[in-house]
Each structure stands twice: as C-alpha cells, then as structure tokens.
C-alpha cells in the first residue's frame, strides 16, 4: 500500500469492547472501514475464522487493507489509534511530530494503556487471578482501589493544566481512549467511578460529545456513560 491510497480497514470488535476507541477514532478520521463482528457472546473469540485473522483471540484486531492484496492485521487498541492517525494526520488524532503536545499525548496513550486499562483488566476477570470466592473479592477491592488511585491522578492534572483536552486544546486518540476505559469503569461498582471526579468528569462529558463519539455509540448500540 501506497501513502495517499484510500485505505479500507476492517475493524473487527464487540460492542464496548477495546475496540471502541480505534472505532471513534476511525469515524473522527472519516476513514473508509467496515465492522465485523466477534460475537464473543456466541464463542467467536475461540473461532476458527477469528483465531485466523488473530492468533491471540482478543478484541480488537484492525485489517489494514486487504490481507490477500497485500494488507495486514493489526492488535492491540493503542496501536490501531496510532495507526489511523499516522494515516490521516489532517485528522490530527495525534499532534505533528516534534512538538510537545505529540509527547503528552503518547504519554497519556501509554499512561492509560499500562495503568486503567490493565487494572480495569484484572477487575473484570479477577477469576482468572485467583481461585477461591474471597480472594476474588479481594482482588475487586484491591483493584478498585488503584482504579481510583488513577482516576484521581488524571483528574488532578486535568484539573492542573486547565485545558480541555489530555494533551492540551486539541483532542488526540488518547482522549478517546480515557472515554472507553472511563466508561466500563464507570459501570463496574466501584466507589470511586469517574463521575465523582470534576475536572475528569467534564472531560468525560465534552469528550462523549464529540461527533465521533456520538456516532461510535449509534452504531454499537451503547453509551453514553457520562
Ligand atoms: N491489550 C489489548 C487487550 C485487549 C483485550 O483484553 N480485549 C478484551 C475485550 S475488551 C478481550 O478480548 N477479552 C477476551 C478475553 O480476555 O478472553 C488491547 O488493548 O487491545
């Protein structure tokens, strides 16, 4: 594939799933894609077909044109958002590279991918960390406390830096990425969900405004949380 060819992507997700935010961050690129669906709730993680387009079974993977004409696949949510912006930099999901804002919103990609999303991970399958029902329990508890330990930390330094967006007047992937993750935080019951946190919450708010966001939502038929 050539820069400046149309690039057709194939987004295969789950409603609310990590795919998520490389599907708003699409729909804000006016990038041409289709959806496909793993329907994990029939066993599709598992599938042959899926297992084919990504070995490692999670959601989600992204076509980047067509595999049999010289596309590829790609994983992990982070790196489909960059990929898109790397695509359609007029779309400016990511700032010019060079600049300062380019680096606080790949440290705020990487922060959120290391940290909320990996938390919010364990949370979500304690099962897979530990056997007996009272330690499940207290692997929720001891996540939900680190969860919030991370919510207020981006809250403070949104609240520190006074712009409206995490890396400053322009919204980036990463500001896609915070309303995915913020959002299943905000349905799991924990004490400290984002909504109790101002600064984070008028984020969460302007943020789930965004055209693509409001479309991303239509579409997957969920949302909003804020
Ligand atoms: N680091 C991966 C994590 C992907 C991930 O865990 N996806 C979830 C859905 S939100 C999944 O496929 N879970 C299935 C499982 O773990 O069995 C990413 O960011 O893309």
Redesign the pocket.
């Known amino acids: 594939m050539n820069a400046g060819d149309p690039t057709v992507y194939t987004l295969y997700y ?1 409603p609310d ?2 795919s998520l935010a490389p599907h708003m961050c699409l729909l804000h690129a006016g990038a041409p894609y289709q959806l496909a669906l793993v329907d ?1 709730a029939k066993g599709a ?1 598992d599938a042959d077909w899926f297992r084919a387009v990504s070995p490692n ?4 993977a992204m076509a980047v044109g067509d595999p049999a004409a010289g596309g590829f696949v790609m ?4 790196a489909l958002c960059l990929r898109i912006a790397e695509d359609f930099p007029a779309a400016g999901l990511m700032p010019p590279p060079g600049t300062a804002a380019r680096g606080h919103a790949m440290s705020w990609l990487f922060h959120l ?1 290391n940290t909320l ?1 990996a938390d919010s ?1 364990v949370h979500n ?1 304690a099962r897979r960390y530990a056997a007996t029902d009272e330690a499940i329990a207290q692997v929720r508890a001891e996540t939900a406390a680190r969860l919030g330990a991370h919510l207020g930390y981006i809250d403070r330094e949104l609240a520190r830096h006074g712009a409206p967006w995490l890396a400053g007047d322009q919204v980036t992937a990463a500001d896609y990425y915070l309303l995915m993750v913020a959002g299943w935080l905000e349905q799991f019951a924990i004490p400290d969900p984002p909504s109790v946190r101002p600064a984070l919450r008028a984020h969460l708010e302007r943020a789930q405004a965004l055209p693509a966001a409001v479309e991303a939502y239509r579409i997957e038929g969920h949302g909003p949380y804020f």
């Open positions: 789950y799933n990590a994990r993680l079974g999670k959601i989600p994983t992990e949510a982070a991918t999303q991970n399958y």
